[in-house]
């Protein structure tokens, strides 16, 4: 009867053992499983940071060409009006100056 129950108790410990060592093996692949997901998972983040922060510095880069566009039409536009408004000037200048010296003019008597 001794015999029996050690017999009994080492199958026991035996069939343990085994569900131990299975359990480990099932752990071990579960967590190699997860280590290869984690690391898809960062890589996968990572890429799409990079897109993210991509698409961030296009959208900026076209706002900037957009508002110095904007701004060199203006420049121009600035400088066209300028132009336009030396020459005015000066013919105002010219067409004032003739006037003045005119024969009408000697007539007018601005000594008072």
Do not use: C
Request: charged share 40%; net charge positive; no cysteine.
């Amino acid at each position: 009867m001794i015999k029996r129950s050690r017999v009994a108790a080492v199958t026991r410990t035996a069939k343990q053992m085994v569900l131990d060592v299975r359990k480990e093996r099932l752990i071990e692949d579960f967590v190699k499983e997860l280590m290869v997901d984690l690391k898809e998972s960062r890589e996968t983040i990572i890429s799409l940071r990079r897109a993210a922060h991509e698409q961030d510095t296009q959208e900026m880069a076209g706002e900037w060409q957009k508002v110095y566009r904007r701004l060199s039409d203006e420049v121009d536009r600035l400088k066209l009006a300028q132009g336009r408004t030396t020459r005015r000037a000066r013919t105002v200048e010219r067409d004032g100056k003739r006037a003045f010296n005119s024969p009408l003019s000697e007539s007018w008597n601005f000594t008072g």
